[in-house]
């Protein structure tokens, strides 16, 4: 089993919202932000650090704790995108 984070910007308005979660890459004219992880637990604590590096700069005492809040839940939105955290259930293939 491994754990995925993964945001999507429609389209190149979005680009900034989906950059925050980190390294976007072009999928047929979406944005996409993906990162594998080996536990929930990893997964959780990169979207906290996404809100550490907000927090340092901008948003409200309540702003951040809400979006921790969310990031425990396995989500946290900033601007127009959404990063979600999904379960991949890992298989082996042989050709």
């Known amino acids: 089993m491994s754990f995925v984070l993964k945001a999507v910007a429609p389209t190149h308005y979005q680009y900034?919202?989906?950059?925050?979660f980190g390294r976007v890459r072009n999928c047929g004219g979406a944005y996409v932000f993906e990162e594998k992880f080996d536990s929930r637990e990893d997964a959780i604590d990169y979207l906290h650090r996404c809100v550490d590096v907000y927090a340092a700069t901008d948003g409200t005492e309540e702003e951040i704790a809400e979006m921790h809040n969310d990031a425990d839940n396995g989500y946290l939105s900033y601007d127009?995108?959404?990063c979600r955290l999904i379960?991949?259930?890992?298989?082996?293939t042989e050709f």
Do not use: G, H, L, Y
Request: no cysteine.
């Open 87 to 92: 379960e991949v259930e890992e298989f082996e």
């Open 16 to 20: 900034q919202s989906v950059s925050f």
């Open 80 to 82: 127009a995108v959404t």
